[in-house]
């Protein structure tokens, strides 16, 4: 499997886990498990704000994650993927994995600029299907 195939396996377990992290946050609310388990019609009080984080984190991955996968397939499907596709993709999953964690913590300025970085591994790859 190609670097670039490799990086959209990674990201989408990353997807994947961060369900856990802002799980954790909610189970700590009380009667979050009540609520995990029930039909979540009211919002849950008293869950911490690096939870509440956490989840718009795993959101803002989620939004970005369809446009980046169909980058990468259609990269590789044309026979354009190469190193600067592998680059691209690598830089697209080290800037989410640094973006949650950076969202997580709070650090918003910070936030901004790895969101941006991910962004440029995704133009990378859009710049050689053209």
Same mark, same amino acid.
Not at 8 to 35: E, F, N, P
């Given at each position: 499997?190609?670097?670039?195939?490799?990086?959209?396996?990674?990201?989408?377990?990353?997807?994947? %886990?961060?369900?856990? #992290?802002? !799980?954790?946050?909610?189970?700590?609310? +009380?009667? *979050?498990?009540?609520?995990? /388990?029930?039909? =979540?019609?009211?919002?849950?009080?008293?869950?911490?704000?690096?939870?509440?984080?956490?989840?718009?984190?795993?959101?803002?991955?989620?939004?970005?994650?369809?446009?980046?996968?169909?980058?990468? %397939?259609?990269?590789? #499907?044309? !026979?354009?993927?190469?190193?600067?596709? +592998?680059? *691209?993709?690598?830089?697209? /999953?080290?800037? =989410?994995?640094?973006?949650?964690?950076?969202?997580?913590?709070?650090?918003?300025?910070?936030?901004?600029?790895?969101?941006?970085?991910?962004?440029?591994?995704?133009?990378?790859?859009?710049?050689? %299907?053209?």
């Amino acid at each position: 499997m190609t670097t670039d195939l490799w990086m959209m396996v990674w990201t989408s377990v990353l997807c994947l %886990l961060m369900t856990s #992290v802002y !799980g954790a946050g909610r189970m700590q609310a +009380a009667g *979050g498990m009540r609520w995990a /388990f029930g039909n =979540r019609d009211a919002p849950l009080a008293g869950v911490p704000a690096w939870a509440e984080r956490a989840y718009r984190a795993h959101l803002n991955l989620v939004e970005n994650l369809a446009p980046f996968i169909a980058l990468v %397939l259609a990269a590789h #499907v044309s !026979g354009r993927a190469n190193g600067t596709t +592998a680059l *691209g993709a690598t830089i697209f /999953f080290w800037g =989410r994995v640094a973006h949650a964690a950076v969202y997580v913590s709070g650090i918003v300025y910070l936030r901004t600029v790895v969101f941006f970085v991910a962004l440029v591994g995704e133009i990378m790859i859009l710049t050689q %299907l053209f």
